[in-house]
């Protein structure tokens, strides 16, 4: 069936509202050399570039959901549109690493405000097959923008600063909010319900505590207050936070949701994909910079492999599991990306792209094209439409989540230092067994025809 004019707006702002917050997500990964070369800070700051966007985005996405079932996914987006505009051009100003890392923060709270709404979006326009189809493009997109952010932001450093990274924000955000004014939609609002902010708090303090012990240990040791006793804190707030949340009427983050099979297993196999794609992006694009001497360009062009595997291949998968189910499109694809950047253990001095890092990346875009749709059509098509505001944004906080315990375990790897060619490949180790432990997951878990979860179980 042939989409609507409506429909067709509606997935060119769902795209466009989530490319620009995972863009910027990414982008920025190519541009922590020249930054730290400016700002100073070396490895740990970083990370802190990275994990700050990804702290208050992915707390806040579950507060962001729920925006956005309560106020209209139309507002929320328009909202979320302008903070994240004016903190990419506070980004772009920075003077200062800590400048940077603050700008960073607010940036990933517009952000937050960006991706469970888009995607709710194209739940309530489009249904059935369509549904579907337009769920792998969307998934396509975002996966692009994960994979094609290096590349953009490599052009744009050595053409002109890594400033400009944040800058390129502008055209997207203006276009996505004239598209908005256009958009004629009827909201899908639930009055009566009220924000669960005591949550947002337990869940910021419990990721941001434990990610900062992470990230900070290489400087001042496990041993050290300072790092166990954030630690501690932020474990006690995240087990605090799941407590709450199970004993509230009015959860941030609804329980009954999980008795959903594939959601709940689609969740856990989140988890491990999201933080190996993470952490294998940060890895690759600071090795190849720091250790094998690349440009910020040939830096972001190491990775284009992947991206035209996705754009070619992520929707056709994501056809095939609406006709065939996700299960083993969601069990066999992360074991071959595990496979494929396992083939990154033989790299060696001297540092060879063809023979090297070519036929890894390859292996590896073909399992993930052959994941990321599957994956988000599995965990929402057993979910209401009237719960995909806040389905949505569990499902990609958990995935921001992940990501940003990817990146704050490369402390963990590496101390403080620069990358060393064995670091490199302790992370490859790493990324491998968490993509084969997403599939494994997937395989054993999830269900090609699940029985849909209607309503919210109490």
Known sequence: MKSTPTQRIVLLISILASVVSVLDGFIVNVALPAITKDLHGGLTLQQWVVDAYLITLGSLMLVAGSLSDLFGRKKVLQIGLMIFL?????????????????????????????????????????????????????????????????????????????????LVNILPVAVTMWLLSKLRLPEEVRSGAHLDIRGAIMGAVGLGGTVYACIEQGRYGWSSPLIYVPLVIGILALLAFIRYERRIPQPMLPMGLFK?????????????????????????????????????????????????????????????????????????????AGLGLGLLLRTHDPIAYWTQFFPALLIFGLGLATTVAPLTSAILGCISPKQAGIASAINNAVSRIAGLLGVATIGVITGVGSLTLADFHH??????????????????????NPQPLTEQPK
Not at 96 to 101: A, D, E, F, P
Not at 126 to 136: H, P, R, Y
Not at 430 to 440: F, N, P, R
């Open 86 to 166: 004016g903190a990419s051009l506070l980004c772009a100003a920075s003077p200062s690493g800590l400048w940077l890392i603050l700008a960073r923060a607010v940036q990933g709270v517009g952000g937050a405000l960006l991706v469970p709404s888009s995607l709710a979006l194209i739940i309530s326009a489009f249904s059935g097959s369509a549904q579907g189809k337009a769920i792998g493009s969307w998934t396509a997109w975002t996966g692009i923008a994960v994979l094609i952010g290096p590349l953009v932001g490599g052009v744009l450093i050595d053409t002109f600063s890594w400033q400009s990274i944040f």
């Open 260 to 336: 959903a099979r594939n959601f709940s297993v689609g969740n856990v196999a989140t988890i491990f994909i999201y933080a190996a794609l993470a952490l294998s992006s940060f890895l690759i694009t600071i090795f190849v910079q720091q250790y094998a001497g690349y440009s910020a360009l040939k830096a972001g062009m190491v990775t284009m492999p992947i991206t035209l595997i996705m754009f070619v291949l992520s929707p056709r998968f994501g056809n095939l599991a609406g006709k065939y189910g996700p299960r083993w499109f969601m069990g066999v694809g992360p074991i071959v």
């Open 427 to 448: 992370g490859m180790l790493l990324v491998a067994l968490l993509l084969i432990a997403g599939g494994t997951v997937s395989a054993i878990g999830i269900q090609n």
